[in-house]
Structure formats: structure tokens, C-alpha cells
T-cell receptor, first 112, second 112 residues
Framework: EAQVTQNPRYLITVTGKKLTVTCSQN?????MSWYRQDPGLGLRQIYY???????DKGDVPEGYKVSRKEKRNFPLILESPSPNQTSLYFC???????????FGQGTRLTVV | GDSVTQMEGPVTLSEEAFLTINCTYT??????LFWYVQYPGEGLQLLLK?????DKGSNKGFEATYRKETTSFHLEKGSVQVSDSAVYFC???????????FGRGTQLTVWP
């Protein structure tokens, strides 16, 4: 089954404790991206990757890191999480060009 | 400014009512346009899309027409059901870099 898998689905952590949210897709998509969803703000892109070893900042990259060492994986790293990073996070993947994106189920992160 | 602007919610309707959610975009060139739907507790799913001017996307009774002259992609459904209750996102995809830009989402609640 074609899918984008994020883990974990739910995470509560403390300020400053490094964490990684994993994202994996099995569709051989070149393009992957991370979004955060906050009430009243919709979805905002954090980082995106056009292919292996090619990443770039989205609209809200501060406090986040990503890597793309393999085509299927695109982890999101929070080196020192802060409470303002409490949010619902989505990973998405797609083929290059004007095609639709496929989304993971989301990761609800709470930083206390 | 926002590159995708959609109608503010929430929208509350009775079952079988007519639905319109307005969406306009700003872009150079000819972006692809999408409507995504997010059911409670789930990730985003593609509802419909249109890739060129005058295309009509349709799915599950929903329709939207790509209007280049008014830079709009309004979502419509003739008779909504309780099961249509969800958040709807309008999006455009940059034709060169492939980035997706989302509107802020419109919460739809349908009462029986």
C-alpha cells in the first residue's frame, strides 16, 4: 500500500530535550516536505527536499533541522525543543512537478 | 501576502444544503490547484485537483473549476452530508520548484 508513515503519532517532551520525528514513504517520490499545523494559521512549510542530499528552508525553519540521506526517509530534528514548537506536524511526499502530495497521519508534539 | 486565500470559517450547514468555499490565489505562470480535506484526527487527503485553466476537478460530489481570469478555485457541493464535516484546505503548487502553498483551512460542520 502506498503510504507516508510518520512516527511517533503522539509525543510529549520537555524543553531542551532533542527529539526526532521520522518520516518514510514507499512511493519512490523525489519531493518531501514537513509542515506544522496551528489553529488559525493553517499549514506552514518548515523544510522541503527536492531529492537526496537536497534540502531547503520553507517558511518557518527556525528551531528545526532535516536530512535526506536516502530517498525514502526525511526525518525532522528538533535539537532543543521549546514550548512554541508545540504543534501538529505533517510529512508529505510527491513526485516532482505539478502532482498531488501524499500526507502522513500527523505527529502531535507537546513541549512542556 | 498570502498566495492562497480561502474563506474564513467556521461554516455550519444543515444536511442537504449547498456548500461554497471560496479560494483565490496569486501566482506567476500556471500553478496546479488542489483541494485537500482533513477529517478529525487524520492527515490531509486529496479531494480534487485541476492542472490547467478551465479544468474542473470533481470527487465525492464536490467540484471546483480553475478560473484563470479570476484566479479562483472555489469548492462547491450541491447537497452536503454529515460525513462531509471536516477541514478543507485550498492549495496551489508552484510549477517550477514544486512547493505547495496552503490556505488557512475552512472548518465545515454539517448538522443532521
Amino acid at each position: 500500500e502506498a503510504q507516508v508513515t510518520q512516527n511517533p503519532r503522539y509525543l510529549i517532551t520537555v524543553t531542551g530535550k532533542k527529539l526526532t520525528v521520522t518520516c518514510s514513504q514507499n512511493m519512490n517520490h523525489e519531493y518531501m516536505s514537513w509542515y506544522r499545523q496551528d489553529p488559525g494559521l493553517g499549514l506552514r512549510q518548515i523544510y522541503y527536499s527536492m531529492n537526496v542530499e537536497v534540502t531547503d528552508k520553507g517558511d518557518v525553519p527556525e528551531g528545526y533541522k532535516v536530512s535526506r540521506k536516502e530517498k525514502r526517509n526525511f526525518p525532522l530534528i528538533l535539537e532543543s525543543p521549546s514550548p512554541n514548537q508545540t504543534s501538529l506536524y505533517f510529512c508529505a511526499s510527491s513526485l516532482q512537478g505539478a502532482t498531488e502530495a501524499f500526507f502522513g497521519q500527523g505527529t502531535r508534539l507537546t513541549v512542556v | 501576502g498570502d498566495s492562497v486565500t480561502q474563506m474564513e470559517g467556521p461554516v455550519t450547514l444543515s444536511e442537504e444544503a449547498f456548500l461554497t468555499i471560496n479560494c483565490t490565489y496569486t501566482a506567476t505562470g500556471y500553478p496546479s490547484l488542489f483541494w485537500y480535506v482533513q477529517y478529525p484526527g487524520e492527515g490531509l487527503q486529496l479531494l480534487l485537483k485541476a492542472t490547467k485553466a478551465d479544468d474542473k476537478g470533481s470527487n465525492k460530489g464536490f467540484e471546483a473549476t480553475y478560473r484563470k481570469e479570476t484566479t479562483s478555485f472555489h469548492l462547491e457541493k450541491g447537497s452536503v452530508q454529515v460525513s462531509d464535516s471536516a477541514v478543507y484546505f485550498c492549495a496551489r503548487r508552484d510549477s517550477t520548484l514544486g512547493r505547495l502553498y496552503f490556505g488557512r483551512g475552512t472548518q465545515l460542520t454539517v448538522w443532521p
